[in-house]
Structures are given as C-alpha cells and as structure tokens.
T-cell receptor
C-alpha cells in the first residue's frame, strides 16, 4: 500500500466554521490531489499540487483552498463550511511520469 | 469536464459467475485505469492500460483498452464474495502534460451472492 494517511478520518462540524483536512505521504511523490466523493457524482477533483507551493484548481474548487509547504503534506481548507460540503474527501498521489494515482483512506466530513 | 459513462450501475451475481463492465467516453483517452473501492476505504488501483487494444490481466481480472480509445472493459472471472465493492474506471486525456488529470466514471456496484 502507498504510504498515504489522512487526518482526521471523521469530522462533524457546524456551518460557518473553518475546517482543515490533512494529507500526509511518505512516498516522496511530486503530485498530490484532493477529491470529493458524493453519491451519483463519483470522484471529482477539487485542487491539485505539482510541487511545493505549486497548486491549481480542479473542477469543483469553489469554497476550498489548499496549501503545500512540504513535499509530504497537502492541506485542504474549507474557510467557512457549508452543508453542501458534506462529503467524503480523498487525497491521492502520483509520481513524475507515472499516471497512476494512489488514494488515501478518506475523511468523512459532515457539516450540520 | 470529460464525461465517462460507466455501466452497469449495479450488478447482482452468484458466486462463480463471470462479470463484465465497461466505460465509454465521448473523447479520446490515452490511459485507462480501473479501481476497486471497499466500503469505508479509498479506491485501490487494479489495472492500468496505456495502449489502444491492450489487454492486461491481474489474477482473475482482465481489462482492455478499446481500439477507438474511447472505451475500456473490465472482466472478472469466477467471482468470489470478496469481489464485492464498487469498481471505477478512470481516464486520462492528456498524457503529454506533466500532471495526470484523471476523470472518473460513477462506478459499478458489484454484489456477489454466495
């Protein structure tokens, strides 16, 4: 298994509060991704990173920001959580020149 | 974004039967990946395909990269209870870019009856 951990694994928060999810990898892979998974929508890309401090938006980036200050860590922040952000969030990693992505165990976020 | 149509959405089969599922796109893809997801876990990569017409096996699983480059197929032979889960296809349109932007199908939920 790829060395990817996500924290927390479960979180319940209230509407309007800030939330930060963490993805940590031990593979030293350059690329990291955040996806959300919702019934009927499959996996959708939120943001991705192609190196330290290099990030870009995916297809559902509104309401989310990311940061990557170290190769091993990729943070996803919901500045002011809304109920529509209730979802399961997955981090993924891939190496340079390799198109296969490996996923973490996920974080289940509930916004009440 | 790219649209991947995965079918069937769900399958209910008896242990020992063979399974087939497929994924189609309106656009050409240069890479196809197949993942399996167990409840409460992240998707796990099963098979990667890089060339049109390629047929690749992983144990009882066989996947094919369609000749048109707009589809891919996954077959599971002699299903067993641990095959239960959701199977996702994923396609990569631009392999020349430095970043692999994957687009996912909505998944096929497989249930295996003993």
């Amino acid at each position: 298994d790829a060395g990817i951990t996500q924290s927390p694994r479960h979180k319940v928060t209230e509407t309007g509060t800030p939330v930060t999810l963490r993805c940590h990898q031990t593979e030293n892979h350059r690329y990291m991704y955040w996806y959300r998974q919702d019934p009927g929508h499959g996996l959708r890309l939120i943001h991705y990173s192609y190196g330290v401090k290099d990030t870009d938006k995916g297809e559902v980036s509104d309401g989310y920001s990311v940061s990557r200050s170290k190769t091993e860590d990729f943070l996803l922040t919901l500045e002011s959580a809304t109920s529509s952000q209730t979802s399961v969030y997955f981090c993924a990693i891939s190496a340079v020149g390799v198109y296969e992505q490996y996923f973490g165990p996920g974080t289940r976020l509930t916004v009440t | 974004g790219q649209q991947l149509n995965q079918s069937p959405q769900s399958m209910f089969i008896q242990e020992g039967e063979d399974v087939s599922m497929n994924c189609t796109s309106s656009s050409i893809f240069n890479t196809w990946l197949w993942y399996k997801q167990d409840p409460g876990e992240g998707p796990v990569l099963l098979i990667a395909l890089y060339k049109a017409g390629e047929l690749t096996s992983n144990g009882r699983l066989t996947a094919q990269f369609g000749i048109t480059r707009k589809d891919s197929f996954l077959n599971i032979s002699a299903s067993i209870p641990s095959d239960v889960g959701i199977y996702f296809c994923a396609g990569l349109a631009d392999r020349g870019s430095t970043l692999g932007r994957l687009y996912f199908g909505r998944g096929t939920q497989l249930t295996v009856w003993p």
